[in-house]
């Protein structure tokens, strides 16, 4: 402190002990001495005690000094440490933490560094010239001016991107210091690009085609890979910016072959068999977990269920040939996973297999490493249907199983073969064992999980929903089987969890759906419509958000029974369905009722992604193709709903004054044209799937075009910053059309130019002719000017000869006078000479 007191006595003067100046005069004084100080000596130390103060005095330095020091950047540039000085103290001013030393004055949350940093960008010169400063070597210079950067970024994100993205090779210049060798700045500019390319595509894709791939990897690579250090992690989470829903930059990368470099990345190698509970988890130090986590999100970015369908198979391929799928699921199958680098992995799993043949049945056949040996899925599902596990590890699992099975019906028909009595005679555990044996587990949540995997195997498959109905169940050793329907309906009755409900009637919603013969079949167990509608007609006031999913739930489904009815069960008809909806419940409330499952939030949530994104047990309600399966039939099955039951309505009426025999002819009619009409509607179902298939199709298209439109721009874009010897070969095969063209306007410009020099001839002929025009005219103005003067003096001159004739009268008559009074006066003639002496004298 003594040290820094001696400092400021030098700069500013030592100061008498009953006039010590404050923080503000202090900052004055030496803001004063920056500005006007010639030698640069005094204003290097005037910029020293500034950056002292900064952190104590920090609105005092930033309101009167900021103009100061960006006056040393523009005039001072030349000068590495003065710049240095300049640049740290602006770092001070715009930190967006607080510094302990001005804690006590405004607080630990003040915007003091953002109100700074505004100040600073208005003027987008400031920002430009901090990147130029980037250019300079000296570590002085370079780090300071990183550092101010990465704070202005982290106040004003967007203000920042949008200048350095309009900037003059600033983009180019942040990519050139990764390759730094001190490892602090190449550390630093890692964040900053963290952060710049933080959602702005435009920015990420810019940063992707200098060569960013390529960088990241050699980075990686030189800290050690998986094993290294938190710059790593870092690296990681700069590509899942730059890839994340940007397909322009998963093309640059799959067409890159970067996706085969991350292949060695992943070979873990497991613990020993005989390694001890505490040793389990030596081997992942919290770092590598977080490295592991960022590779696989880098995974999962590529193959996200939201990319364009060609682009996401064409990655699941790729890392299915490179050995990616085979590292992820050896994490799976290895000892020693943390819990949630195990969540994230089979999450990773599920979106390389999901839709594509090829990596389903690949997984498929993966074999656990257990005695006996058992399919992985099926390891899998004992974690799920395992309450022991955590919440999370199973909602995975889960997800997992759902991607094995979609669009896959050969998967789906194995599945419901292990439930078949024919299919069920092997003595290993299946997965339909699994999921039965999930459906009568005391565990809620098992239930759910059970039910929605199971239902996932019906999913655009008619054939498995019959097949489905042929399976018998058992509860109990000698007791009768029952179809596993009617298991599913005595559950529901039985069950007082609604987590347990509302999975049961998803399954049934799924099971009756596009299946008359599954309806038919609900229909004609005992108490199976009787509950719905008592569950509907029941709890009028309850406010109770679950409760009033539960009744929504249970509309949806009888409304579907009336949609696919084939009237193959007389008590419940299409019409008389109608009837007791209207008796019991009213259509409006049963229409409100169908209506609520789209007005929960749980809906809205569930439907925007197949991944359920619950955090706890008791947000898991819906699944995301119940929901995509709701916002297809709502519509329908309720006009079904209405149409039956106002049509009822008058064959009661004709009922009345019409007998049996009479009708029978109509009614056959009318079973007929529902017949058509269901087929109709099952036809217009169809054609909408494809038409919003070829609506996908031609959305990837336009983005694939869009895509290649971007590529073009910033390729051309960057063509700049490379050298004559990196200029790609298909930029130079277009040289010899770019020179004819170039020849043609040389012609046209020569013609033009030929033009324009006749057309400057004929200007300067007629200006020439004007000017001799011009100077005819200025002639004849000046001798008319000078005749009329000329003509003035005349009749001067004629003015005096008349006065010069009245004198010479006016002598002759005083002589005579004279002569008369006796006075001597000359004689004529001498008069008379003197007279014509005189009189030419005054003619002159």
């Given at each position: 402190?003594?040290?820094?007191?001696?400092?400021?006595?030098?700069?500013?003067?030592?100061?008498?002990?009953?006039?010590?100046?404050?923080?503000?005069d202090t900052v004055d004084r030496l803001v004063n001495r920056v500005q006007s100080s010639t030698l640069l000596d005094d204003r290097r130390d005037a910029c020293r005690a500034l950056k002292a103060l900064s952190r104590t005095y920090r609105i005092e330095v930033g309101a009167h000094g900021m103009d100061a020091l960006k006056q040393v950047l523009e005039m001072d540039k030349t000068d590495c440490e003065i710049v240095g000085l300049a640049l740290d103290t602006l770092c001070n001013i715009t930190s967006p933490e607080a510094f302990d030393e001005e804690v006590e004055k405004h607080g630990p949350k003040h915007q003091i560094g953002e109100q700074f940093t505004e100040i600073l960008i208005k003027n987008h010169e400031t920002v430009s010239q901090i990147l130029r400063f980037l250019e300079e070597f000296d570590f002085r210079v370079r780090w300071p001016a990183l550092k101010l950067l990465s704070n202005l970024l982290a106040n004003k994100p967007k203000d920042i991107q949008e200048i350095i993205l309009v900037s003059p090779m600033g983009v180019s210049k942040l990519?050139?210091?990764?390759?730094?060798?001190?490892?602090?700045?190449?550390?630093?500019?890692?964040?900053?690009?963290?952060?710049?390319?933080?959602?702005?595509?435009?920015?990420?894709?810019?940063?992707?085609?200098?060569?960013?791939?390529?960088?990241?990897?050699?980075?990686?690579?030189?800290?050690?890979?998986?094993?290294?250090?938190?710059?790593?992690?870092?690296?990681l989470l700069l590509m899942v910016n730059l890839l994340r829903g940007n397909y322009s930059n998963q093309n640059f990368f799959k067409e890159g072959n970067y996706i085969q470099k991350l292949t060695p990345i992943f070979q873990l190698s497991a613990l020993p068999v005989n390694a001890s509970e505490d040793n389990l988890f030596l081997g992942w130090s919290p770092q590598k977990v977080s490295n592991v986590h960022c590779m696989v999100q880098v995974i999962r970015a590529l193959v996200a269920p939201s990319g364009p369908a060609q682009s996401v198979s064409a990655c699941q391929t790729v890392m299915n040939k490179c050995g990616l799928l085979q590292a992820l699921c050896d994490i799976l199958m290895i000892s020693g996973v943390p819990a949630d680098i195990l969540t994230e992995t089979i999450s990773a799993v599920a979106e390389v297999i999901r839709g594509n043949p090829n990596n389903q049945e690949f997984l498929g056949n993966v074999m656990a490493p257990s005695s006996p040996p058992r399919p992985a899925i099926v390891v899998l599902l004992m974690s799920m249907v395992n309450e022991k596990q955590p919440f999370l590890l199973r909602c995975a699992v889960l997800y997992c199983f759902q991607c094995f099975l979609y669009k896959n019906e050969t998967r789906q028909q194995q599945l419901v073969q292990t439930l078949l009595p024919e299919g069920n005679e092997s003595p290993t555990l299946t997965t339909g064992q699994l999921l039965c044996g999930g459906l009568f587990s005391p565990d809620p949540l098992s239930n759910w999980f059970s039910t929605v995997a199971l239902s996932h195997a019906l999913i655009d498959n008619v054939n498995q929903k019959e097949q489905l109905l042929r399976v018998l169940l058992a509860t109990n050793i000698g007791t009768t089987p029952v179809t596993l329907m009617q298991q599913c309906v005595m559950?529901?009755?039985?069950?007082?969890?609604?987590?347990?409900?509302?999975?049961?009637?998803?399954?049934?919603?799924?099971?009756?759906?596009?299946?008359?013969?599954?309806?038919?079949?609900?229909?004609?167990?005992?108490?199976?419509?009787?509950?719905?509608?008592?569950l509907l007609s029941s709890h009028e006031n309850n406010d109770d958000h679950q409760e009033i999913l539960l009744q929504s739930m249970c509309a949806f489904l009888i409304a579907i029974c009336v949609h696919f009815n084939d009237d193959n069960v007389p008590n419940y008809s299409k019409v008389k369905l109608c009837n007791l909806i209207e008796n019991r419940i009213g259509l409006e409330k049963f229409q409100d009722n169908i209506g609520g499952i789209t007005?929960?939030?749980?809906?809205?949530?569930?439907?925007?992604?197949?991944?359920?994104?619950?955090?706890?047990?008791?947000?898991?309600?819906?699944?995301?193709?119940?929901?995509?399966?709701?916002?297809?039939?709502?519509?329908?099955?309720?006009?079904?709903?209405?149409?039956?039951?106002?049509?009822?309505?008058?064959?009661?009426q004709s009922l009345l004054v019409s007998d049996s025999e009479a009708t029978a002819p109509y009614k056959e009619v009318i079973r007929q044209q529902d017949l058509q009409i269901q087929i109709l509607n099952t036809t217009v179902t169809n054609l909408t799937k494809e038409k919003e298939i070829l609506q996908q199709q031609v959305s990837e298209l336009k983005a694939e075009v869009d895509s290649l439109t971007d590529q073009t721009k910033i390729l051309r874009a960057a063509q700049i910053s490379y050298s004559e010897d990196k200029i790609?070969?298909?930029?130079?095969?277009?040289?010899?059309?770019?020179?004819?063209?170039?020849?043609?306007?040389?012609?046209?410009?020569?013609?033009?130019e030929k033009r324009l020099s006749e057309s400057l001839t004929l200007i300067q002929e007629l200006q020439s002719k004007t000017v001799d025009s011009k100077t005819t005219t200025d002639l004849e103005n000046r001798l008319k000017q000078q005749t009329k003067e000329f003509e003035n003096l005349k009749k001067d001159q004629d003015d005096l000869l008349v006065l010069l004739t009245d004198q010479d009268n006016k002598l002759i008559m005083y002589k005579e006078r004279l002569i008369a009074l006796g006075e001597k006066v000359d004689s004529d003639e001498s008069s008379g000479e003197q007279d014509t002496d005189d009189q030419p004298e005054s003619s002159n």
């Open positions: 402190m003594e040290y820094f007191k001696s400092g400021l006595k030098s700069v500013l003067g030592a100061p008498t002990p009953d006039n010590q100046p404050s923080g503000a990519m050139d210091m990764l390759s730094d060798s001190r490892e602090i700045i190449r550390n630093d500019v890692l964040l900053l690009l963290i952060h710049l390319t933080k959602g702005n595509t435009n920015i990420q894709k810019i940063v992707a085609f200098e060569n960013a791939f390529d960088r990241i990897y050699d980075v990686i690579i030189q800290e050690g890979g998986v094993d290294g250090g938190i710059v790593v992690e870092d690296c559950l529901l009755q039985q069950n007082n969890k609604i987590q347990s409900k509302l999975g049961l009637l998803m399954l049934l919603c799924r099971w009756t759906s596009y299946s008359p013969v599954a309806v038919k079949t609900f229909l004609s167990i005992n108490s199976s419509i009787s509950y719905l509608i008592a007005r929960h939030e749980v809906y809205s949530r569930s439907l925007k992604h197949p991944q359920s994104s619950a955090k706890d047990p008791s947000e898991v309600l819906l699944d995301h193709e119940f929901c995509r399966l709701l916002k297809t039939l709502e519509g329908v099955v309720l006009k079904s709903v209405l149409d039956y039951s106002s049509s009822n309505n008058g064959k009661e790609p070969q298909t930029i130079s095969n277009n040289v010899a059309s770019s020179n004819e063209e170039l020849e043609k306007y040389k012609n046209q410009i020569s013609d033009l």
